[in-house]
């Protein structure tokens, strides 16, 4: 890709004559003038760049040779070279002896500045490039599978590794500007790649991102270390977003599968989450787990079956303080007194309720298999 264009070509001209009293022109591998401080130039085809560009060395011109020259000025032509390729060259108008002494610290600016300009394109194209292979991995295309264990290869990413995927979902008020989560999201994108480069995030949606975390367990403890990531990462998006925000984690699994198993539980977490705990801005996998994996079962003659108890519910005129009963009932992990406690009634009150929920629903809540029914009921039945 040719780095040297007009832009970086005045921005050379511009900073090295801050520092020196004399013009500079830069010309590209053609020795056509992109920028000069005489803006006559531009465009013109420079002479005593060719010169240099053909000799690969730094050429001078004197009064006497710039005449034999067309369009030729006394001065001094060095070529620029980036990555050991030519790639232009710059040039100093006035006379040899003068500008002599500057040529140098002018090339050697502009190598830098060509450098920069390198690397940070190199940077996004690897940020593309690292961005595709995360929104090809969560999707889980089985025909894209052998392309992106290549690029797993050209990453560095150890598939055996646990792959962890967080979800940010930022929530713009009605009527914000599109852009404001979008640039949110990217800022948040280079303060992660400024901690760790080797960070593998994708703008998912105009204002979802995806993170795709993976480590060795036996490094570190298991148990500990997806729920010590999600809290480090939870401050730093704290830190850096100014919208209101979930953020989720997905379960921890290993291999291709398991990136985008990780993702599809991410975002069941979030959706789950928000609906049972709309005050709360960040869930796990791990304290949703059942409710995750029940989702599965939202549709089908299982899922209706499943949702009949509650629905049996629904005919009683008291339904809205029986859902409520049940709901902390089962928040407080049946347990009887902390139950009464939460709701402000007396413990013979609660058990009239709970028996109510037996009758109308058909369940013992003495009995284990019936009580788990009616737990998953619950869950597939938001109240």
Same mark, same amino acid.
């Given at each position: ?115 920069? %300009? ?141 990136? %985008? ?123």
């Amino acid at each position: 890709m040719q780095i040297l264009d007009t832009r970086l070509a005045q921005e050379i001209v511009t900073r090295t004559m801050r520092i020196i009293p004399f013009n500079v022109n830069v010309m590209d591998a053609s020795g056509v003038i992109l920028a000069s401080g005489n803006r006559e130039r531009v465009g013109e085809l420079h002479a005593g760049a060719l010169l240099a560009l053909a000799k690969k060395l730094t050429v001078e011109i004197d009064a006497a040779a710039a005449r034999k020259l067309h369009g030729a000025q006394p001065g001094t032509n060095l070529p620029l070279s980036l990555g050991g390729q030519l790639c232009g060259a710059v040039g100093l108008s006035g006379a040899p002896d003068d500008v002599r002494q500057f040529g140098e610290l002018v090339r050697l600016t502009a190598e830098m500045i060509l450098e920069q %300009a390198a690397l940070a394109n190199e940077l996004q194209n690897n940020s593309r490039y690292r961005e595709a292979f995360v929104l090809n991995l969560i999707r889980n295309d089985s025909a894209q599978r052998p392309g992106l264990e290549g690029w797993a290869r050209r990453l560095g990413l150890d598939l055996e590794r646990m792959q962890l995927v967080f979800l940010l979902e930022l929530q713009p008020p009605d009527g914000a500007d599109a852009g404001a989560a979008l640039h949110d999201i990217q800022r948040l994108q280079m303060r992660l790649l400024a901690r760790r480069e080797d960070a593998l995030t994708a703008t998912v949606g105009p204002s979802e991102m995806v993170l795709l975390d993976s480590w060795d367990p036996a490094r570190k403890g298991f148990e500990t270390t997806p729920q010590r990531r999600l809290d480090l990462l939870a401050q730093l998006v704290r830190e850096e977003c100014e919208l209101p925000f979930t953020l989720a984690m997905g379960i921890a699994l290993p291999g291709l599968d398991g990136a %985008a198993v990780s993702y599809q539980s991410a975002r069941s977490a979030s959706r789950l989450g928000r609906l049972r705990l709309p005050r709360q801005q960040v869930f796990s996998y791990y304290d949703l787990a059942l409710p995750v994996l029940l989702s599965g079962l939202d549709s089908g003659w299982q899922a209706h079956q499943l949702r009949m108890p509650i629905a049996r519910l629904a005919g009683d005129k008291s339904r809205a303080m029986l859902r409520a009963t049940l709901d902390a009932w089962f928040a407080q992990d049946e347990n009887s007194a902390a139950t009464a406690a939460t709701l402000g009634i007396h413990r013979n009150t609660l058990d009239y309720r709970l028996r109510r929920i037996g009758e109308l629903t058909g369940l013992d809540l003495g009995r284990s298999e019936d009580k788990l029914l009616l737990y998953v009921s619950a869950l597939l039945s938001p109240a």
